[in-house]
């Protein structure tokens, strides 16, 4: 009796509260994308927003097994469930079945299941078991290459999947990495690879080479000249410079057809509204007319009658915005910053390494869908389909962040216990 | 390594977060409340606003007959995007159309839209929708969109009417009012009228899904409008008459206009050879108007307005009128006729000489008016013979010659009175006299006139000295309402002028060129003419107005080719005026000889 109380008491009431209004909300949302006359009862499981009833009361149920569940289970198997996830991504690829292009999909009878979105929160754990070891230092070889591979390898097994959204994702442990010690210098190269790309597809590779070389130049009389320095700066510049090439030629000789136009449209160098820009046009049409206020619940006109593409997973937040205008919108996206500072915050008051690692892989995760998937719709970044957190219909997504986040909300649970 | 600095790395992701979401809320708070042309997409894309189109007003004849009204046509329209597995064969059986007929209208519409439902048959009638709306549910992806065209009752009054059809571009630049797809007057009273005939477009306004697929009307209904049908209009037309003149007027070239002189009525207004109105109407029309307009009788040609005649002897008594005015002419003034020996223009009549302007009207002698115009144009009070001819003109021209007369009626013509300039283009200023342009005397030479003026200086005489300006509409609408004022025109000659010259009128239909053709205890006042013309035998006139007394009708009658005005126009004249105030012909000898008359 007394470990049961001492349990539910030290739960973080708000990572729940959010998590439960963020959910609401997304039900409410899915239900007015999809709603038509014939169809009101809520419970109608014929609809999306009926499944959609029955994944949230299942994840309800989950995120209760993992509260009883003893918090070093996660840290203990670890490896053990990364392991596991990794085999379910080889297995589908070779007996998955294929939605929309990408073959990521088990279907046992009507339901359908997709490996690729547990296989977020095991790299999760397996990074913040390999952390919580002892000596940790960037500087050693060791300690750069592992947490690659970790990530790496889920990520190429979903890019032979076809799903580069999902496969992107990886890419949001670099926040991790960080906040273990990996320098700053890194995060900033990340910001410089992407502005360099953009630049070089958007004015083409001679003038970012030019302006490159002429940052460098400045650069040349800002640091001590001796000679480790010059030839690292060389290096970089070459470096720089061989990448506004691969940019230009990738985009040229190596991606399809399709995934250049929607780079094109994306930097306005292409207005292709009936093909890859019909999705982020008709998206931007729902949102922007939503107004200040919103047209009102099941007043939307662009995300019911079909105009938006998705509009109950990836373009969910078109519902949002359509129905409930900018103040809905800020609503949605205040809930998500609150929820990401949130998990930092308790992140930090860890006692465990394992903790604290993990609770940041948690933040990466849900900010990279956020980030991406709110910026597609608004059209500041390219469409890749991958869900909003909690918001989107789709039971794999749901189970998925809400085992993510009760795992972090039972470790945080259990800070005080004692290593 | 310093736990504490990289704890404080917590700060620099917290950052990151909030600036990524700090640049979302601008970019939407930009798209939602700044930029207002998501909301004019999204509202093109979901809003489709379907026209109601309104029936056209009717048409009734003076005595309340129903001459134009509508009748429902079904445009057949297809989505082709909902189109599949229909029996092509018996669709195009019950439309009449060939398989290759099929397949192209299919094409045309698929390259317009496959969403978007377009014209697949225009204006099917009322017979193959019948057929067709049983077997509706067998031929997705077609449905049927009401429309009324014309339907006339009578094959009577096609030139009157005009016609109806679909905008062209140029009109809808022109005027915003029209769409693509509306029906517009083209010529006629249609064309005239077309404001109020036309009635108020209705605008439903539906939403649609992306699949353009109706999903309901938007806000209940609210903003939409009913389409609101155009207003009647009674007409001046009595159709009886209208339709006995164009009976008289069949396998004849010409016109038939009557007024009603007191009120400027156009009574009957009749272009010959004419057509059966219903054939300009829907599906039927492009095809008809084709052979129409290649016909060489040129039935499309409105001759009542459009026509130009010389008016030849009708004309006289203008001169009379003007010389009278000019004190240059009285009652006791007498030219003498030598006959067919006479110089400069011969007499082609017997009779007294010398002789008075009461008999020079009764045997539409040449000689005397040629004497009379000789006398206005060389001995007038205007200090010259250019002068002389230019008040000539004036007083000629106030009888309703040589200009438009302003009917409610489209493409109308001036005819032509020539101006003194014309004269000093053709013979140079100061070389032209009364010799020079003596046909003028008798109604020849560049005098033109349009049966409608002739029909008008009828109605001048008639009125001793006015007319109102001619019209064929009487009311508007349920209350009747005037059309614009039709203005009274009045002419420079004296009332007292006019009396001698309709004695002179009266005496041709009783002891004149009209004498075989009076009418029982009707006196008419006329005047025949026989106008030669470039173009092959002379032309057959007659204009008169009777009673003489409190005259109800005033006529012009013009038959193209068809000799002296006393054998083709002024029997018909008679007839029409005897139909008209007798309502009923008792010389139907006269009448078969007519209705048997075929002159081309």
């Keep these: ?419 | 390594m310093a736990n504490r600095t990289l704890a404080s790395r917590r700060q620099t992701v917290i950052a990151i977060f909030l600036v990524i979401g700090f640049i979302y809320l601008v970019r939407l708070f930009y798209i939602q409340v700044v930029d207002k042309s998501y909301t004019l997409s999204a509202n093109n894309n979901v809003l489709r606003y379907v026209t109601q189109y309104p029936a056209r007003g009717l048409i009734y004849d003076r005595n309340g007959l129903l001459l134009v009204y509508n009748e429902a046509v079904y445009d057949l329209m297809v989505l082709p995007r909902q189109v599949k597995d229909i029996d092509t064969t018996e669709f195009c059986r019950l439309l009449d159309i060939t398989r290759e007929g099929f397949a192209e209208r299919m094409e045309k519409a698929v390259t317009y839209s496959r969403y978007k439902p377009s014209l697949f048959e225009k204006q099917i009638s009322k017979e193959t929708y019948g057929y067709l709306e049983e077997k509706m549910y067998r031929f997705p992806g077609f449905f049927v969109q009401p429309r009324t065209i014309r339907f006339y009752p009578k094959p009577i009054g096609a030139h009157l009417f005009g016609y109806v059809g679909e905008v062209t571009q140029g009109m809808i630049d022109k005027n915003p009012y029209y769409k693509s797809g509306d029906y517009i007057g083209i010529s006629g009273i249609e064309k005239s009228y077309e404001e109020v005939l036309r009635g108020i477009k209705g605008m439903k306004i539906k939403m649609v899904d992306v699949h353009n697929r109706e999903v309901g009307s938007f806000q209940e209904g609210r903003f939409d409008s009913a389409a609101i049908m155009g207003e009647d209009l009674y007409l001046s037309i009595d159709a009886e008459l209208q339709e006995y003149g164009e009976q008289l007027m069949k396998g004849k070239m010409g016109s038939v206009v009557a007024i009603e002189p007191s009120t400027g009525e156009i009574l009957a207004f009749l272009s010959s050879p004419s057509y059966d109105p219903n054939l300009l109407v829907g599906r039927v029309r492009s095809k008809n108007y084709r052979l129409l307009s290649e016909d060489a009788v040129k039935p499309l040609l409105n001759r009542a307005m459009a026509g130009t005649y010389p008016p030849g002897s009708t004309f006289k008594m203008v001169n009379d009128l003007v010389g009278l005015q000019e004190g240059l002419l009285d009652l006791h003034t007498r030219y003498s006729c030598q006959g067919k020996t006479s110089s400069p223009i011969r007499c082609t009549h017997t009779h007294q000489s010398p002789l008075g302007v009461l008999t020079a009207i009764e045997q539409s002698c040449n000689p005397f008016h040629w004497q009379v115009f000789r006398t206005i144009i060389t001995n007038g009070g205007y200090g010259g013979i250019r002068s002389n001819y230019v008040a000539w003109r004036n007083h000629v021209m106030s009888l309703g010659f040589g200009h438009k007369l302003g009917t409610d009626l489209q493409f109308e013509l001036s005819g032509n009175i020539p101006s003194a300039e014309k004269f000093d283009g053709i013979y140079g200023k100061g070389h032209w006299n009364a010799l020079t342009i003596r046909s003028l005397s008798i109604g020849q030479g560049e005098i033109l006139v349009t049966p409608l003026q002739l029909a008008n200086s009828a109605a001048v005489m008639a009125n001793r000295g006015y007319y109102i300006v001619p019209h064929v509409v009487k009311g508007i609408g349920e209350k009747h309402r005037k059309p614009a004022s039709f203005n009274k025109v009045v002419s420079t000659i004296d009332k007292k002028h006019f009396e001698i010259v309709v004695d002179g009128m009266r005496q041709v239909a009783t002891m004149g060129t009209a004498r075989w053709f009076q009418i029982d205890s009707v006196t008419m006042c006329g005047k025949t003419g026989t106008a030669e013309n470039p173009h092959g035998d002379d032309h057959s006139l007659f204009m008169a107005f009777a009673p003489a007394d409190n005259p109800k009708i005033a006529i012009a009658v013009i038959v193209e080719n068809a000799g002296f005005g006393s054998t083709t126009a002024l029997p018909i004249a008679s007839l029409m005026i005897e139909k008209y105030i007798k309502r009923k012909v008792l010389r139907k000898d006269v009448e078969e000889d007519m209705l048997n008359k075929k002159l081309y």
């Excluded at chain 1, 010690?181 to 360099?196: D, E, K, P, Q, W």
């Excluded at chain 1, 597809?201 to 000249?225: C, D, E, N, Q, S």
């Excluded at chain 1, 969910?316 to 129905?323: M, P, Q, R, Y």
């Design chain 1, 1 to 419: 009796m007394r470990e049961r109380r001492n349990l539910f008491s030290n739960i973080d009431v708000t990572l729940v509260v959010l998590y439960l209004v963020m959910v609401l909300l997304g039900w409410v949302n899915i239900y007015a994308a999809v709603y038509d006359e014939d169809h009101r009862s809520i419970i109608d499981i014929s609809q999306s927003y009926g499944k959609q009833m029955i994944f949230i009361a299942s994840s309800l149920f989950i995120a209760l097994v993992i509260l009883l569940t003893d918090a070093r289970f996660f840290s203990t198997f670890a490896y053990a469930i990364y392991g596991m996830t990794i085999f379910l991504l080889l297995v589908v690829l070779a007996v998955g079945s294929e939605v929309s292009g990408s073959k990521s999909w088990f279907h046992i009878g009507s339901f359908g299941f997709q490996p690729a979105e547990f296989a977020k929160f095991a790299t999760a754990l397996a990074l913040a078991r390999f952390f919580s070891a002892q000596h940790i230092n960037f500087r050693e070889f060791r300690t750069r290459i592992i947490p690659l591979v970790f990530m790496g390898l889920p990520a190429v097994l979903i890019l032979l999947q076809n799903d580069t959204g999902s496969a992107l994702v990886y890419s949001s442990f670099i926040l991790v990495l960080y906040r273990m010690g990996l320098s700053g210098n890194y995060l900033l190269a990340g910001a410089l690879i992407v502005v360099i790309a953009l630049s070089t597809l958007m004015v083409g590779p001679i003038y970012v080479v030019v302006l490159i070389t002429l940052m460098a130049g400045i650069l040349f009389f800002f640091i001590k000249r001796n000679r480790r320095n010059i030839i690292n700066l060389i290096a970089i510049l070459l470096l720089g410079i061989g990448f506004t090439y691969s940019v230009e030629y990738a985009v040229e000789n190596v991606l399809g057809e399709h995934q250049k136009t929607r780079i094109n449209v994306l930097l306005g160098k292409e207005m292709d509204l009936k093909g890859a820009g019909y999705n982020v046009n008709q998206s931007k049409i729902a949102i922007g007319s939503g107004g200040f206020a919103g047209k009102g619940f099941l007043n939307g006109t662009q995300t019911k009658y079909n105009f938006v593409p998705e509009q109950s997973t990836d373009f969910i937040f078109c519902t949002v915005g359509e129905e409930w205008g900018f103040l809905g919108s800020l609503v949605v996206i205040s809930l998500f910053i609150s929820l990401l500072i949130r998990i930092i915050l308790l992140a930090e008051r860890q006692r465990s390494d394992f903790s604290k690692v993990y609770g940041y892989g948690v933040a990466g995760i849900i900010f990279f869908h956020f980030m991406i998937n709110i910026g597609m719709t608004i059209g500041l970044v390219p469409v890749i389909g991958i869900p909003l957190p909690f918001f989107s219909y789709g039971g794999s997504s749901l189970w998925a962040f809400t085992i993510l986040l009760f795992i972090f909300i039972k470790q945080d649970a259990n800070r005080n216990a004692l290593l």
